[in-house]
């Protein structure tokens, strides 16, 4: 089974940019569909973004389009999510998140899940 670890939250003000990393153990991290998702405090979590085993397909809940970009690197297992042009509501506890199945835009088939990593946006 594939391990998860987050990295590269933080402080950021609004309108600045972030970079999360989570890399996963095992030698088998291209057969996974792979998900970034954040819950803030009160609220539900949120699937903010998937993307497939070779990296071509890619999901974006609304909230985020066009300012997150999620991206992996099977060479290296590990998982991106590029965040740009952050907004205060973007404050949350972000998980990286691995499936076998090949839904990347299904939230429901996410199994193994890491820490997570705090980002924080200030106005």
């Known amino acids: 089974q594939v391990q998860l670890v987050e990295s590269g939250g933080g402080l950021v003000q609004a309108g600045g940019s972030l970079r999360l990393s989570c890399a996963a153990s095992?030698?088998?991290?291209?057969?996974?569909?792979m998900g970034w998702f954040r819950q803030a405090p009160g609220k539900e979590r949120e699937f903010v973004a998937g993307?497939?085993?070779?990296?071509?397909?890619?999901y974006y809940a609304d909230s985020v389009k066009g300012r997150f970009i999620i991206r992996r690197d099977n060479a290296k297992n590990t998982v991106y999510l590029e965040m740009n042009s952050l907004k205060p509501e973007d404050t949350a506890v972000y998980a990286c998140?691995?499936?076998?199945?090949?839904?990347?835009?299904?939230?429901?088939?996410?199994?193994?899940w890491g820490q997570g990593t705090q980002v924080t946006v200030s106005s």
């Open positions: 998140a691995a499936s076998p199945s090949i839904s990347y835009y299904d939230p429901s088939v996410f199994e193994t």
């Open positions: 095992g030698r088998t991290f291209s057969t996974y569909t």
């Open positions: 993307i497939s085993r070779g990296g071509s397909s890619t």
